[in-house]
């Protein structure tokens, strides 16, 4: 008994400071070495989640130092090692990576020449955690850097404006890893309310957010950074079909490199600038040497508020990209630090919804002070499930909505659920286990269950 009531208080104390941002920050075992704009993402090997960053630019901050070089960490272990270099002819920086069925996409950035020459690449690359290796994928239509890039249903990977040579573009280019073909999804209009460099941002369902970036004006000054929050809504019968609108929630929130994640109904924007900068640092507004913030920048797409919480224990910008490890825990790695400093540090970043006792734990994925309060409260069956899931929860609980996460913490479906009683179709998901979570905008309540 005495026991059980140090654990709840274990549990009340953790959860208190956490209320404060729905945040916490835990520095992990620094990478092999320095690097900033690097593709970051996570995927399962030997059954352990691992994190992988990709190409980048050394701690030189000069064209000499974009390099090819590739590393992983192990979530388990929290160990770094070098894994082989990206086999292209020329080093990038402004790339992305991500995570389709367990395969990992690296797509476009761009290479800076001696002379200063900037090229955008058309190429993608895909490596295979299994066997580390890689393989060359279709190229892309139209060459492009520091574009917004996301995963709709862990299907497509949708290629959003950014900047390809010479200017910013509207184009929307949608990657099939099955097919390994692109086609065109409908663009983003052309001006400069959308189009955008070293933007961010992520996918809700069937939407895509996304926020900041870099316009490509030179007047009243070059390159603003843009607080512009842009929303686009895919047609799930033709996912090329998009309805594009943008809105400003705050004028004074402006956003530029940030590593944008999802959880639950909310997106969330992670570090970066508020003006835009070259690879070196060195602000496009003559400026001098621009500063990271220690902010996450919040949307809630049911409230359709966009709030910016300050006082992060660490500030890091230049990011292009984060891991999600699980449900609730992502990883960044790499980027800038304060002094333009280009940074080999990690971090996991945790995220609580801190309102009540019904929160999930490591282990249990609940801390209910009797386990059986919870359980009355949402349940499911059966579990393994084949083709339908269904899920009791109490009459107390109410605009209750669902998410499901795969175990890399990658949304797969989401939706809402109308009574106490309700059956999820469950048809499309591949053998696995994933984890139901329900909330009913105060509390997440998780069950783990196996396909």
Known sequence: ??????????????????????????????MPEPVSNNAVTAAMKDGIMHVYSFMGIDSTKIWSGIHFKAFRYNSQTEAWDTIPPVPDNLSRIGASASTVKNKI?????YNVASNSTEISSNRIFIYNPDSNSYSEGTNIPVPIDDHVHCVWRDSLIYIITGWSNTTNVPNVQIYNPALDSWSVGTATPN????????????????????????????????????????????????????????????????????????????????????????FDGIAYNSSGGVNPLARIVTYDSESMTLVENTGSPFAVMDLRGIASIAPNKYI????????????????????????????????????????????????????????????????????????IYDM??????IGKISSSKNSIALNNLTKGMYMLCIEDGKRFYYRKFAK
Not at 235 to 256: A, E, H, R
Not at 408 to 413: F, Q, V
Request: glycine letters at 10%.
């Open 1 to 30: 008994m005495k026991k059980g009531v140090i654990y709840l208080l274990f549990c009340i104390a953790i959860l208190d400071v956490r209320a404060q941002t729905g945040w916490t920050w835990t520095e992990l075992n620094p």
């Open 105 to 109: 996409y690296i797509i476009g950035g």
């Open 191 to 278: 001006n400069n309310n959308y189009k955008a460099f070293g933007a961010s941002g992520d996918i809700l369902g069937d939407t895509i957010y996304y926020f900041g970036g870099a316009a490509s004006v030179s007047f009243p000054e070059p390159f603003p950074a843009q607080n512009y929050l842009r929303k686009g809504v895919i047609d799930p019968s033709d996912p090329t079909q998009i309805i594009w609108s943008d809105t400003i929630l705050d004028s004074s929130l402006k956003g530029y490199r940030m590593a944008s994640t999802t959880h639950g109904n909310k997106v969330f924007w992670i570090g970066g600038s508020d003006v835009t900068y070259n």
């Open 332 to 403: 960044i790695a790499g980027g800038m630090d304060s002094g333009q400093v280009v940074s080999n540090k990690t971090f996991l970043l945790e995220y609580i919804l801190a309102t009540g006792i019904d929160e999930l734990n490591d282990q249990s994925f609940q801390t209910e002070t009797d386990p059986d309060i919870s359980r009355e409260k949402f349940n499911i069956y059966p579990n393994p499930v084949n083709e339908y899931l269904t899920v009791n929860y109490s009459s107390q609980l109410k605009n209750v909505r669902y998410v």
């Open 408 to 413: 890399t913490g990658r949304e797969i479906a």
